[in-house]
């Protein structure tokens, strides 16, 4: 299906979902993740589906960002009559709406069509105050909503002023729509008919009132399907509701949540600060985010960490930050408009914007052409859904990043919450180089004062490997098996703890843990990995059969797969293995296959024991072919059986080229020096995907074998 080409797995899940099998989807889409192309090919699957395209409706945001969708929509297909509009316009519609001969407008009690517009905060309170009311009692977006506790005769006054004049607040827009749906059935019965699948972006952001219109338009129909990020929800002032996501299970029992986590926007070391932003969330909606791109310019190449700027005064910080932005434009032949400040606050936009002018950047600003090009500076919130190449994220202080906290210890938690997505959304603003700046000393508000480091800078410090304690080889070798073998002893009951009281969290807690004993592992080894390739993981369809084959050197190779492909995998072990006490236990646990190299018939047990994994559950499993386990650490000819093996599961094979393993641990000289080891992901090979394209069927010891020769 050509829909389906350049999506990876979790993807084309989103795109190819059943309502009718698994009911609503929520989709966790992370930061970079292509969410925008899923709901528009969403859009275009269920319209080649044969859904009538005028029952499709998707909400979103902005106007800018309903007609974007719309435009992608219509290149494929022209005649679509899908809706894609705003909660509001959304709103406007129903209350223009004629049922049964009466337009909805009127059933309301409006005099005349009523007209959106602002009403100035002035206007509001003076209403109040005529009335005997206190200045600020009644929130104006809330007059209709049916919970507002004010008097019963006043609150008609105020209401019926409106409805004379016509003249409405956007979020009356949302309220009147609720209260026809809720007050006349022959409506609420007449909307529902109109749009048989309901899409939602931004899904974090709906408010109260947003929420309800959803539910009531739905009614009972659980064709739903929702795309947000609660790690991105930064609209809490605006009355934007993260609980919506948090409680979509409660909501939608029978519902799918699916995660996309592969970014296409930053580079694994900027990605890798993101991740370290939320590791204390709950399991089911903790995102990891991958690389999945692999920009061509060499600053993306460089895989620059992520550094932290210290300047004493502001004076000095403006000088380094002049200094790093014309050396960078001319070092890589950049343009001004692939540099962008972000900030906390307006009031420090308009700071840095004043002070790079005087040093001679060109800054853009809103009256600015748009073919304009300049540094950016905005605010974090302004920024969110835009991405550069290079980020400078200013001000990392207590008071400025995070901002003012309140007092009272509920309403502090609420907000640091909001400022840490804040935080998350800046991060992940950046493609290539990202740089924090803490001033020390700074004027704001019209002082000058002093400012304490950033509570969030230590997401921004990497966890470095310490050197060990000199000892002999061997004395450090049986420290690191203790540890290890502590580590994994130590997880047995909590595992039991999670599948009898937790059974729902029992997998997605195993997966973390595994990767979490890799990282362990590595790191009492004294092991520095480098990674390569990782954009070519989301190549991987991770919905069918994946044989990852790697070299193999040593018995470091295991925890080094596992932190390089960030996923749990089984292994094609020795039987000798699954005699050693909690080795055993986790190995089968995480779904290794054990046989006897050594005797006939080890390919048939592996068959035997893949058909029985492969019932419920797909096989995905790292095989160490025959004849590449080296003393000098080159890679020797595989033997064909592993290939053989992915050609009758019709496997994708995920190759991965291991170096220095054996240094780290079997041939390690010194117990407190630290290995740098390097493993690198190629390209996957798909044999169901060759197979349809070739039509036949692939000799696994010639074509399979020679496709992949690089490796050998």
Known sequence: MSLLKGLNSEQKQAVLHSHTAEGPLLILAGAGSGKTSVLTKRILYRIEQGVDSSKILALTFTAKAAAEMDERVKELAPNSKALLCTFHSLALRILKMEVCGIRNWSRLGFAKAPLPKEQSDFEWQDWLLELGLKAGSVDRDNLFCPEIKIKKNKLEILRKNVFQSGNIVFEDLIWLSIRLMTEFDEVKKYVQNIWSEILIDEYQDINPSQYRLVRAILGENKNLFA????????????GADIGNILRFKNDFPNCKVLKLEWNYRSTPSILETANRIFTDKPLVFRKNLRPGALRPYPLFKENRKPEIWVSQT??????????????????????????????????????YTLALKEHGIPVIEENSPEDFEGVHIETIHSSKG?????????GLAENLSPGELPEKACEKRKQLGEEKRLFYVGVTRAEAHLIFLYCKQRYFKGKLQKFKESRFLKYCREEK???GMRMPVFVFKIFVVIKVISYMLCNIPIYFIQRIFRSSNAEAWLKQKLLNWAKFCLKSMLIDLNVSGQQNLAKVDWSRPVIVIANHNSFADIPIILTSVQRMLGFLAKVELSRIPILSY???KIGCVFIKRQTTGAAQKFRDTMSKISVGKVMQIVIFPEGTRSKTGKMGAWKSG?????????????????KETAESWEKRKKSNTIQTVTSQIHEPFDVAEWEKENGKEIDAKGELMAKLKILY
């Open 227 to 238: 795309v947000g990020d609660d790690d991105q929800a930064i609209y809490g002032f605006r």
């Open 314 to 351: 502001a004076e000095e910080e403006i000088i380094k930050l002049v200094y790093e932005i014309k050396l960078l434009k001319d070092e890589y032949s950049m343009k001004w408009s692939d540099f962008a400040l972000l900030s906390r606050y307006n009031r420090q936009c308009a700071y």
């Open 386 to 394: 835009l991405q550069y190449p290079v980020v400078f994220y200013c």
């Open 465 to 467: 490997i310490e050197k």
């Open 586 to 588: 986790w190995m089968k």
């Open 642 to 658: 592993a290939f053989r093996i992915a050609a009758e599961f019709k496997a994708t094979i995920l190759p991965i080229v291991l």
